[in-house]
Structures are given as structure tokens and as C-alpha cells.
């Protein structure tokens, strides 16, 4: 039999989705979708995972959920093309956690470089939550209850995949052949990889509050373009300015097209002589600013208008997931039982083992 091709990603309601979220992944898993290339594509809200984290704040994550949610929908997810789940709904990923925690080592998880930078950034120190500090095994649950074969995600996620293979090697080996292992489709684009956020120091994180959001309006996008990160020895328009580090740039490289030129700026050809004018000298970071602002204003503006539409119809949006988490149950399910007679937990389907035992008992 072929081997099937699915997809499963997802995000945190923690926030809106920003456009680190949609060049690192959003952005691909919509042409992913659209290409006819793959069986399955499932797209879910890691509600539990944001609760791991947010614990004393609910009222926060359940108000993203719906803002996720419209985030996918404006910027093409199509219900009827991907299954759009809450994770908190599928109570088949809890148990499979529970089981692959059995197959992972504390000195294991004190390893992950993502988990170690994020419990950082929190200051759990010595109080990290347990869920928290576990949460790359819940995720390898979510990827392998949908024998998901390719995660599109930024490069944070690496870390995440290589723990959900290590799962499913061992697993599979002690086991036998039942869960796939799945690859990370990181983006092609460097920059993409992982986008900084508009003060130019850590990614951009919904957590940290340095993000320009697919929803925001013209103005605020604006404002938050004129107020980003430069070149701070860059003082006046004839002194030469630095390109690394320089957000600017960094955008322009994730979001510029050649025929953005020709558009907004047409006294250059291309981005390289764009930069080439800016090192040089005689550039000042306001022009460069506004030529920002143009490519993501023609990149965000159809999104924007196409949450309007959805926002008029929230209960439609329920709706819609609800029919997703229905049916992403199903596919969990049916993962979880071969899971389970793997193991050799499925007692009571297990004819021959009650009729062997009745023999053991009664010879
Ligand atoms: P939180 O701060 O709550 O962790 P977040 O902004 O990091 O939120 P996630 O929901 O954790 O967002 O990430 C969802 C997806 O978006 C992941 O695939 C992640 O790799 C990708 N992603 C998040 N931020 C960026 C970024 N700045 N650049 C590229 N990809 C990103
Ligand atoms: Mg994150």
C-alpha cells in the first residue's frame, strides 16, 4: 500500500497569529493545501498545550481559540480541504501521552534547547509545571495520533520533531511497526526561519509582545512599522547603515517581491540595490519604512477583509471546528486502538488471549 502523505501543525491560542506565524508556517501550509499533494491535513488549536503554561489564565486561552480560528480561516485554511481541530477535545492524545511518557527520560527532556530557552523566558526556574516541562511528549502524541508524515513549522519546532521520531523508533522497536515518523518542512526562505520581532531582539512571540498581528488594522500596522528596529548607529541619512540586524531589511527580505519596485519604489530594480544604496549611505530609514509598510499592507490587506466576512458568522466558526474535532476523533481513535493492541492492553478484543488463558486455567 502507497504510503499515505499527511500533514498536522498547529499553534498555541495564546494570541492572535502574527506574521512570524505566517511566513514560518501559516503561509505554507495553505499552498500545501491547495497543491492536491497531500491525503490528509489537520490543523489544530494546542489549547491544553497553551493551559500548560497559562493555568491560572483560562478566560485567555479560550477567548484565542476563536481568534486562531478566525486567523486560519482569512488566510485560506479551508474546512472542507483540512480537518481544523481543538486539541482539548480529542482525549485520545492524553492517553497516548501518558503511554509515551514511559519511553522518554527526564535527562531526555532537561536536553530540549527550546524547552530550555522557554522556561527561561517564563521564569518557571525551579517551579516549572510539570505539563509544561513534558508538553514535547503531548506533542509527539499529537503528531503520531494522526500518523502525520510532514510538520510545516518554524525552526523552534526542530527540537519537538526529532523527540516524536525518538518516540516512534523506540516505540516501533519494542512494539513492532505502528506509528510513522514524521519530518519537519521548515521554510524555505532563511529569514522565515524564525522571524524577529519589530524590537529586533528575540523571535516574534506572541508572549513577548513585539509582533505585527495578521489582524491588526492599516493604522496600527503603520504605526508598528515607523517604530520598528534599524540600524541604531544609523543617525543621519548620509551615514552608511547596517543591514544585520536591521529588522527592516529582515522583513523586507520575508516579504518583498521584485515587482513590489515597480509598484512602491520605483527608483530601484530590486532589493539589492535597495541595500546596496543603504550601506553606501544617503537612505534614510523612513523611506525604507514606507516601502515596508506598502509590501505587508498588500500582503495583509486581503486577509484582514476576508476576517471581516468571517467575524459576521462566529457561531458558524464553532461550528466548523466542532465538525473538525469530530472527525479528527475518529482518525485518533483509530490510532489509539492499534496503539493498544501493540501494547497489549486491548484485553477484552482479544479472543484468543481469553480463550488461552480459559485452557492455562482449566487443563
Ligand atoms: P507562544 O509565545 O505562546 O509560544 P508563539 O508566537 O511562539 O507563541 P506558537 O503557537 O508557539 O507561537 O507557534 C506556532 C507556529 O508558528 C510554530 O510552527 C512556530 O515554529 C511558528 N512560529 C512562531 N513564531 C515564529 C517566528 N517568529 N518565525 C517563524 N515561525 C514562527
Ligand atoms: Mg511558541
Same mark, same amino acid.
Given at each position: 500500500?502507497?504510503?499515505?502523505?499527511?500533514?498536522?501543525?498547529?499553534?498555541?491560542?495564546?494570541?492572535?497569529?502574527?506574521?512570524?506565524?505566517?511566513?514560518?508556517?501559516?503561509?505554507?501550509?495553505?499552498?500545501?493545501?491547495?497543491?492536491?499533494?497531500?491525503?490528509?491535513?489537520?490543523?489544530?488549536?494546542?489549547?491544553?498545550?497553551?493551559?500548560?503554561?497559562?493555568?491560572?489564565?483560562?478566560?485567555?486561552?479560550?477567548?484565542?481559540?476563536?481568534?486562531?480560528?478566525?486567523?486560519?480561516?482569512?488566510?485560506?485554511?479551508?474546512?472542507?480541504?483540512?480537518?481544523?481541530?481543538?486539541?482539548? #477535545?480529542? $482525549?485520545?492524545?492524553? +492517553?497516548?501521552?501518558?503511554?509515551?511518557?514511559? %519511553?522518554?527520560?527526564? =535527562?531526555?527532556?532537561?536536553?530540549?534547547?527550546?524547552?530550555?530557552?522557554?522556561?527561561?523566558?517564563?521564569?518557571?526556574?525551579?517551579?516549572?509545571?510539570?505539563?509544561?516541562?513534558?508538553?514535547?511528549?503531548?506533542?509527539?502524541?499529537?503528531?503520531?495520533?494522526?500518523?502525520?508524515?510532514?510538520?510545516?513549522?518554524?525552526?523552534?519546532?526542530?527540537?519537538?520533531?526529532?523527540?516524536?521520531?525518538?518516540?516512534?523508533?523506540?516505540?516501533?522497536?519494542?512494539?513492532?511497526?505502528?506509528?510513522?515518523?514524521?519530518?519537519?518542512?521548515?521554510?524555505?526562505?532563511?529569514?522565515?526561519?524564525?522571524?524577529?520581532?519589530?524590537?529586533?531582539?528575540?523571535?516574534?512571540?506572541?508572549?513577548?509582545?513585539?509582533?505585527?498581528?495578521?489582524?491588526?488594522?492599516?493604522?496600527?500596522?503603520?504605526?508598528?512599522?515607523?517604530?520598528?528596529?534599524?540600524?541604531?548607529?544609523?543617525?543621519?541619512? #548620509?551615514? $552608511?547603515?547596517?543591514? +544585520?540586524?536591521?529588522?527592516?531589511?529582515?522583513? %523586507?527580505?520575508?516579504? =518583498?517581491?521584485?515587482?513590489?519596485?515597480?509598484?512602491?519604489?520605483?527608483?530601484?530594480?530590486?532589493?539589492?540595490?535597495?541595500?546596496?544604496?543603504?550601506?553606501?549611505?544617503?537612505?534614510?530609514?523612513?523611506?525604507?519604512?514606507?516601502?515596508?509598510?506598502?509590501?505587508?499592507?498588500?500582503?495583509?490587506?486581503?486577509?484582514?477583509?476576508?476576517?471581516?466576512?468571517?467575524?459576521?458568522?462566529?457561531?458558524?466558526?464553532?461550528?466548523?471546528?466542532?465538525?473538525?474535532?469530530?472527525?479528527?476523533?475518529?482518525?485518533?481513535?483509530?490510532?489509539?486502538?492499534?496503539?493498544?493492541?501493540?501494547?497489549?492492553?486491548?484485553?477484552?478484543?482479544?479472543?484468543?488471549?481469553?480463550?488461552?488463558?480459559?485452557?492455562?486455567?482449566?487443563?
Amino acid at each position: 500500500m502507497k504510503k499515505e502523505k499527511v500533514i498536522l501543525t498547529g499553534d498555541r491560542p495564546t494570541g492572535r497569529l502574527h506574521i512570524g506565524h505566517y511566513v514560518g508556517s501559516l503561509k505554507r501550509r495553505v499552498e500545501l493545501q491547495n497543491s492536491g499533494q497531500y491525503d490528509k491535513i489537520f490543523i489544530f488549536i494546542a489549547d491544553a498545550q497553551a493551559l500548560t503554561d497559562n493555568i491560572e489564565n483560562p478566560e485567555k486561552v479560550r477567548q484565542n481559540v476563536i481568534e486562531v480560528a478566525l486567523d486560519y480561516l482569512s488566510c485560506g485554511l479551508d474546512p472542507t480541504k483540512s480537518t481544523i481541530f481543538i486539541q482539548s #477535545q480529542i $482525549p485520545e492524545l492524553c +492517553e497516548l501521552s501518558f503511554y509515551y511518557m514511559d %519511553l522518554v527520560s527526564v =535527562s531526555r527532556l532537561q536536553r530540549n534547547p527550546t524547552v530550555k530557552t522557554e522556561i527561561q523566558m517564563r521564569n518557571f526556574e525551579s517551579s516549572i509545571p510539570v505539563g509544561f516541562f513534558t508538553y514535547p511528549i503531548s506533542q509527539a502524541a499529537d503528531i503520531t495520533a494522526f500518523k502525520a508524515t510532514t510538520v510545516p513549522a518554524g525552526e523552534d519546532q526542530e527540537p519537538m520533531l526529532e523527540q516524536a521520531r525518538e518516540i516512534v523508533r523506540r516505540f516501533n522497536y519494542i512494539y513492532g511497526e505502528t506509528l510513522v515518523e514524521p519530518e519537519i518542512l521548515l521554510p524555505t526562505n532563511q529569514v522565515c526561519l524564525r522571524l524577529p520581532g519589530t524590537d529586533g531582539k528575540a523571535k516574534m512571540s506572541k508572549s513577548l509582545g513585539n509582533c505585527i498581528y495578521l489582524s491588526d488594522s492599516a493604522d496600527e500596522v503603520e504605526k508598528r512599522v515607523k517604530s520598528m528596529f534599524t540600524d541604531p548607529t544609523h543617525l543621519r541619512v #548620509q551615514d $552608511p547603515g547596517k543591514l +544585520e540586524g536591521n529588522t527592516v531589511f529582515t522583513y %523586507l527580505d520575508a516579504f =518583498s517581491k521584485p515587482e513590489h519596485f515597480g509598484l512602491y519604489l520605483p527608483e530601484y530594480n530590486n532589493l539589492q540595490e535597495l541595500k546596496e544604496h543603504y550601506q553606501r549611505g544617503g537612505l534614510g530609514d523612513m523611506k525604507v519604512k514606507k516601502f515596508l509598510n506598502s509590501v505587508l499592507q498588500e500582503e495583509l490587506e486581503p486577509i484582514r477583509n476576508r476576517r471581516k466576512e468571517f467575524e459576521k458568522d462566529i457561531p458558524a466558526v464553532y461550528d466548523m471546528l466542532k465538525t473538525g474535532c469530530e472527525k479528527a476523533r475518529e482518525t485518533a481513535s483509530a490510532t489509539l486502538d492499534e496503539v493498544r493492541r501493540a501494547m497489549k492492553i486491548n484485553y477484552f478484543d482479544d479472543m484468543d488471549l481469553i480463550a488461552e488463558q480459559a485452557k492455562r486455567f482449566n487443563q
